[in-house]
């Protein structure tokens, strides 16, 4: 069996044609990027065992970030920079949370929470089914179709 591999466009085409709404599309500037950093929240809080520095254990967040680029580094190696840096962000806040004693996890799970209320809300008023009902492949496309109008906006080809 041959395994083809969609382009970055395709993907994001593909994931686009579910957000034509302005008001989903709104929802996901503000949803799907949160969703993002819930996730590496949730798995920042999951800690392997290991000291990178005294201050900082390594933990899963970390190890699924390195994993997370390699994925959209196949797709695109500009935009697999931008979310570097946003997961770098992500990273840092999480490491923010955590050094002032709040528990991460339970932010992570509130927001995570409130930010699929809203996603599905904004499907519903798009009248169409979120793209990772389709293809799971696109929890990770949506953070990089967000990406793609950054890029757009700043002339930086994908």
Known sequence: MILLMRTIQSLLSEYGESHQNPTNKAVHWICVPVIF???????????LG?????ALPLNLAMVAMVLTVLYYTRLSLSLAFGMTLFGLLCLWVCQLIESRGI???QVSVALFVLAWIGQFWGHKIEG???????DLQFLLIGPAWLMSFVYQRLGISI
């Open 37 to 47: 950093f819930t996730v590496v929240g949730l798995l920042y809080s999951v800690k």
């Open 128 to 134: 169409k089914k979120p793209s990772f009902f389709k």
């Open 103 to 105: 528990p991460l996890w």
């Open 50 to 54: 290991v000291n990178l520095s005294p």
